[in-house]
């Protein structure tokens, strides 16, 4: 499967990057293009150049706002986020345009943080401009939540991602859910926390993007998981998770596979994958709520075999008894076992109705906010009025 990945924001963008960092080792490594055009959208002229792979130029790199932020972000003021985003909107639309194979991408898919101001605000502007403009092409959404941290001491940050929620579910085919707290790992600084969380959301996009863009016959499953399978699956509320089992050894292509012992142990690493995968969802829901699943298998083409498939998809029915299940293997790797899970058409999930209850009693004092800020705006406009400008009219 192949995505325009577009990232706004600060974490937007550099999720963005992340996939432009996926895409090329794709390319490096397996001779496949996941990822036909990458793209970061920010306010922040200095975040901007902190990135790492996505293309330098200011084509790729794309600075909204420029002249109301004065390139410095938009201060958590997720309206005013979205209010550049309105009028730069035809600069990201002409950009993605440009892409050299724009044409071939399966789907888009935009990232932001639900909390901050600028990737929040812009996120659902863009969608829908993208959405009119490219309607027979699937458009997800993937939104970071605020940690915990910060819900609870930053008003904005609860009241951003609600609104941001609202507005990205009305507009995406599927909206995924990551929960950065989920992420945060114990005993290491908050700096370095981020990148390895960024790292830990896009990772499990490499396999799930390669399977179906697999060219080498040695490489292609006996049920290949192609852009069809996951355009199907994904729908509404999604979470996704990635787990794996090492082998524990060297991979040996002269090895005896049908050894029933031996069997037993890969069904038993497969389990272990897939038990991750499931445990470690990029935010917690209850996977019986889910309409619509996916997974993938990757593992050495040896250690795949029915036994651990057959065992897979009726541990997967067990835990989502209401959810349509489609499945795929990838022959790909040499020491390891590894188990993407998508879920989606999640009916129900906890974290939004959290946000949501939580804003219901921020908008008036927000919109209070916003009032005052406009008059005492206009107070000084008014009292101007009589005042002589040096500027041409
Ligand atoms: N996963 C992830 N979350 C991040 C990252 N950077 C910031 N965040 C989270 O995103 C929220 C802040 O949003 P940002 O993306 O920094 O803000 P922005 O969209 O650039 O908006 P402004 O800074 O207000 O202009 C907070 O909840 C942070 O914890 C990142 O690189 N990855």
Same mark, same amino acid.
């Given at each position: 499967?192949?995505?325009?990945?577009? /990232?706004?924001?600060?974490?937007?963008?550099?999720?963005?990057?992340? !996939?432009?960092?996926?895409?090329?080792?794709?390319? @490096?490594?397996?001779?496949?293009?996941?990822?036909?055009?990458? !793209?970061?959208? *920010?306010?922040?002229?200095?975040?901007?150049?902190? $990135?790492?792979?996505?293309?330098?130029?200011?084509?790729?790199?794309?600075? +909204?706002?420029?002249?109301?932020? =004065?390139?410095?972000?938009? =201060?958590?003021?997720?309206? $005013? =986020?979205?209010?550049?985003?309105?009028?730069?909107? %035809?600069?990201?639309?002409?950009?993605?345009?440009?892409?050299?194979?724009?044409?071939?991408?399966?789907?888009?898919?935009?990232?932001? @943080? @639900?909390?901050? =101001?600028?990737?929040?605000?812009?996120?659902?502007?863009?969608?829908?401009? #993208?959405?009119?403009?490219?309607?027979?092409?699937? $458009?997800?959404?993937?939104?970071?939540?605020?940690?915990?941290?910060?819900?609870?001491?930053?008003?904005?940050?609860?009241?951003?991602?609600?609104?941001?929620?609202?507005?990205?579910?009305? #507009?995406? %085919?599927?909206?995924?859910?990551?929960?950065?707290?989920?992420?945060?790992?114990?005993?290491?600084? $908050?700096?370095?926390? +981020?990148?390895?969380?960024?790292?830990?959301?896009?990772?499990? !996009?490499?396999?799930?993007?390669?399977?179906?863009?697999?060219? *080498?016959?040695?490489?292609?499953?006996?049920?290949?998981?192609?852009? /069809?399978?996951?355009?199907?699956?994904?729908? /509404?509320?999604?979470?996704?998770?990635?787990?794996?089992?090492?082998?524990?050894?060297?991979?040996?292509?002269?090895?005896?596979? *049908?050894? !029933?012992?031996?069997?037993?142990?890969?069904?038993?690493?497969?389990?272990?994958?897939?038990?991750?995968?499931?445990?470690?969802?990029?935010?917690?829901?209850?996977?019986?709520?889910?309409?619509?699943? #996916?997974?993938?298998?990757?593992?050495?083409?040896?250690?795949?075999?029915? %036994?651990?498939?057959?065992?897979?998809?009726?541990?997967?029915?067990?835990?989502?008894?209401?959810?349509? #299940?489609?499945?795929?293997?990838?022959?790909?790797?040499?020491?390891?076992?590894?188990?993407?899970? +998508?879920?989606?058409?999640?009916?129900?999930?906890?974290?939004?109705?959290?946000?949501?209850? %939580?804003?219901?009693?921020?908008?008036?004092?927000?919109?209070?906010?916003?009032?005052?800020?406009?008059?005492?705006?206009?107070?000084?406009?008014?009292?101007?009025?009589?005042?002589?400008?040096?500027?041409?009219?």
């Amino acid at each position: 499967m192949k995505l325009i990945v577009v /990232g706004l924001g600060q974490a937007g963008s550099r999720i963005a990057d992340e !996939f432009a960092r996926i895409n090329k080792r794709a390319k @490096s490594q397996r001779n496949i293009e996941i990822c036909p055009g990458i !793209f970061a959208v *920010n306010t922040d002229a200095a975040d901007l150049t902190g $990135l790492t792979t996505i293309e330098p130029d200011y084509q790729h790199r794309i600075l +909204i706002g420029g002249r109301k932020t =004065g390139g410095h972000g938009v =201060g958590k003021i997720n309206e $005013l =986020g979205a209010e550049v985003a309105r009028a730069d909107a %035809d600069k990201v639309i002409d950009a993605l345009r440009s892409a050299r194979h724009f044409y071939e991408a399966d789907a888009f898919l935009l990232a932001a @943080s @639900s909390a901050g =101001g600028t990737g929040s605000g812009s996120i659902p502007i863009i969608a829908q401009r #993208i959405k009119e403009r490219y309607p027979e092409k699937p $458009l997800y959404t993937l939104l970071a939540l605020p940690f915990e941290h910060e819900r609870e001491t930053e008003e904005r940050a609860s009241y951003n991602s609600a609104v941001c929620l609202k507005s990205v579910y009305g #507009i995406s %085919d599927c909206v995924f859910l990551i929960d950065n707290q989920r992420y945060v790992m114990k005993d290491s600084s $908050l700096g370095n926390n +981020i990148s390895r969380i960024n790292e830990m959301i896009v990772e499990p !996009f490499y396999d799930l993007l390669c399977a179906g863009e697999e060219k *080498n016959p040695r490489f292609i499953g006996a049920k290949t998981l192609d852009a /069809g399978d996951i355009i199907q699956t994904l729908s /509404g509320w999604s979470v996704y998770g990635w787990g794996h089992a090492d082998l524990n050894k060297s991979f040996n292509p002269f090895e005896r596979s *049908n050894d !029933f012992r031996k069997k037993t142990s890969e069904t038993h690493k497969g389990i272990q994958a897939m038990d991750e995968a499931i445990s470690e969802m990029s935010l917690r829901v209850n996977p019986k709520d889910a309409g619509r699943a #996916i997974y993938l298998v990757t593992a050495p083409a040896k250690e795949m075999n029915m %036994d651990m498939m057959r065992e897979l998809n009726e541990w997967m029915r067990e835990l989502c008894p209401n959810a349509i #299940i489609r499945n795929g293997d990838y022959p790909r790797g040499t020491s390891r076992i590894s188990v993407n899970v +998508i879920l989606s058409e999640l009916s129900d999930v906890e974290k939004v109705r959290n946000f949501y209850s %939580d804003s219901i009693d921020l908008i008036p004092v927000i919109k209070q906010r916003q009032v005052e800020l406009r008059n005492k705006l206009d107070d000084i406009d008014d009292m101007s009025k009589d005042i002589p400008s040096l500027l041409e009219e």
